[in-house]
């Protein structure tokens, strides 16, 4: 993992970014030993594919050190595949909303498949579509046949099962889905695993499958491995400031990074809220207004209980933006909470409007 030094640990991000940690995290992600250039991942994108299913891996294994190239069939590098916010809802199946702006980075009919090391399938709706495409059920093909990883989320298994039609990719192979999907897998001649839970995840050989983006964290991690990396360090306890209304990809991209490495604990509380507990989130995106719109979001998971934490037990911080700030400012347990953290010299990443905090807590003065 890259490391960047900057003084007084503190570390601030204008936009939507990921943790360096410093020197004493001693965190290493080592590739294939004979390795010069950085592996590179392959992923198919779409339009109305989920929001966190496209983010989180994509800027998780960059943080990694990884080359990834997001590509959808019929768009140019610089192009944008809107997405869509998946939630439980109290009715029969799950509520859809709109996401972010997803901006692609390579040119799907410019790809050349054989210069990929893996392959990462983001679900949503775009898989309806996507599996009716010849070209990405051929780029699929490719990674089962030369057993390259491939790593596929919740309805990305709808591309496995059509692909299945004309290669062994998931044929007699242990696969796991949203559950919806899992007729279709049956019928492709996968070996079905029911997921115990949302956050389950399956590894048969080079192929892993998970149930929906809660299991982001193993699914990253076997995919990691199925690479040839390894990841060694100390482990560090990190604990993350949540508020309602937080920006969603500002706490569901580094939380879930971090989770991934077998090497970090991480935490998310919020002032008055317990383990268990959710906190709604915010879709900011620039798209043509004098300011940036607002949407839902996902609901975050709290892990543990705000008035339990002990702020000595954590090596590091992190306060995601978005609009909790405003009110968690004003929060002298906050506050408090803050200033262990800068007075102990531990490192505190503050991505976005999470700056409103620091100033609040008056630790800024002085600092870049």
Not at 88 to 105: C, D, K, V, W
Not at 169 to 196: C, D, F, M, N
Not at 283 to 309: C, I, M, R, W
């Given at each position: 993992?890259?490391?960047?030094?900057?003084?007084?640990?503190?570390?601030?991000?204008?936009?939507?970014?990921?943790?360096?940690?410093?020197?004493?995290?001693?965190?290493?992600?080592?590739?294939?030993?004979?390795?010069?250039?950085?592996?590179k991942v392959l992923m198919i994108s779409g339009d109305y594919m989920e929001d966190a299913?496209?983010?989180?891996?994509?800027?998780?294994?960059?943080?990694?050190?990884?080359?990834?190239?997001?590509?959808?069939?019929?768009?140019?590098?610089?192009?944008?595949?809107r997405t869509a916010i998946h939630l439980a809802?109290?009715?029969?199946?799950?509520?859809?909303?709109?996401?972010?702006?997803?901006?692609?980075?390579?040119?799907?009919?410019?790809?050349?498949?054989?210069?990929?090391?893996?392959?990462?399938?983001?679900?949503?709706?775009?898989?309806?579509?996507?599996?009716?495409?010849?070209?990405?059920?051929?780029?699929?093909?490719?990674?089962?046949?030369?057993?390259?990883?491939?790593?596929?989320?919740?309805?990305?298994?709808?591309?496995?099962?059509?692909?299945?039609?004309?290669?062994?990719?998931?044929?007699?192979?242990?696969?796991?889905?949203?559950?919806?999907?899992?007729?279709?897998?049956?019928?492709?001649?996968?070996?079905?695993?029911?997921?115990?839970?949302?956050?389950?995840?399956?590894?048969?050989?080079?192929?892993?499958?998970?149930?929906?983006?809660?299991?982001?964290?193993?699914?990253?991690?076997?995919?990691?491995?199925?690479?040839?990396?390894?990841?060694?360090?100390?482990?560090?306890?990190?604990?993350?400031?949540?508020?309602?209304?937080?920006?969603?990809?500002?706490?569901?991209?580094?939380?879930?990074?971090?989770?991934?490495?077998?090497?970090?604990?991480?935490?998310?509380?919020?002032?008055?809220?317990?383990?268990?507990?959710?906190?709604?989130?915010?879709?900011?995106?620039?798209?043509?207004?004098?300011?940036?719109?607002?949407?839902?979001?996902?609901?975050?998971?709290?892990?543990?209980?705000?008035?339990?934490?002990?702020?000595?037990?954590?090596?590091?911080?992190?306060?995601?933006?978005?609009?909790?700030?405003?009110?968690?400012?004003?929060?002298?347990?906050?506050?408090?909470?803050?200033?262990?953290?800068?007075?102990?010299?531990?490192?505190?990443?503050?991505?976005?409007?999470?700056?409103?905090?620091?100033?609040?807590?008056?630790?800024?003065?002085?600092?870049?």
């Amino acid at each position: 993992m890259q490391v960047t030094e900057v003084k007084h640990h503190l570390y601030l991000f204008p936009s939507i970014s990921l943790i360096n940690p410093p020197p004493q995290f001693e965190q290493q992600l080592s590739l294939m030993a004979n390795s010069v250039s950085p592996k590179k991942v392959l992923m198919i994108s779409g339009d109305y594919m989920e929001d966190a299913e496209a983010m989180v891996p994509f800027q998780a294994l960059q943080a990694y050190g990884l080359s990834v190239d997001a590509v959808c069939p019929g768009k140019k590098s610089g192009d944008i595949c809107r997405t869509a916010i998946h939630l439980a809802s109290p009715h029969q199946t799950y509520a859809e909303y709109r996401g972010h702006n997803f901006t692609l980075n390579a040119t799907f009919d410019e790809i050349d498949a054989s210069t990929y090391d893996g392959l990462v399938i983001p679900r949503g709706r775009a898989p309806e579509y996507l599996a009716l495409n010849e070209s990405v059920l051929n780029l699929v093909t490719h990674f089962a046949k030369s057993g390259k990883p491939i790593a596929s989320i919740c309805h990305g298994q709808l591309i496995l099962a059509a692909a299945a039609a004309t290669s062994d990719v998931i044929k007699g192979r242990k696969v796991t889905s949203y559950p919806t999907v899992g007729p279709v897998l049956v019928a492709a001649g996968a070996h079905w695993v029911q997921p115990e839970t949302l956050a389950s995840c399956t590894v048969d050989g080079n192929l892993i499958t998970a149930a929906s983006y809660s299991g982001h964290a193993e699914c990253i991690r076997h995919f990691i491995k199925a690479l040839g990396a390894t990841i060694t360090g100390s482990n560090k306890r990190i604990l993350f400031l949540c508020g309602d209304y937080m920006e969603d990809y500002e706490v569901f991209v580094p939380f879930q990074s971090l989770e991934a490495l077998e090497c970090c604990s991480v935490d998310a509380v919020c002032p008055n809220k317990k383990a268990g507990d959710t906190c709604p989130t915010a879709v900011h995106d620039f798209e043509g207004d004098q300011t940036y719109s607002e949407k839902p979001g996902h609901d975050f998971t709290l892990t543990a209980n705000f008035h339990d934490v002990d702020a000595s037990s954590y090596d590091a911080l992190v306060i995601p933006g978005g609009r909790a700030p405003e009110y968690l400012s004003l929060d002298p347990a906050v506050i408090k909470l803050v200033k262990h953290f800068m007075d102990a010299g531990k490192p505190v990443a503050s991505i976005c409007h999470g700056q409103q905090i620091l100033s609040a807590a008056g630790v800024l003065k002085g600092k870049k």
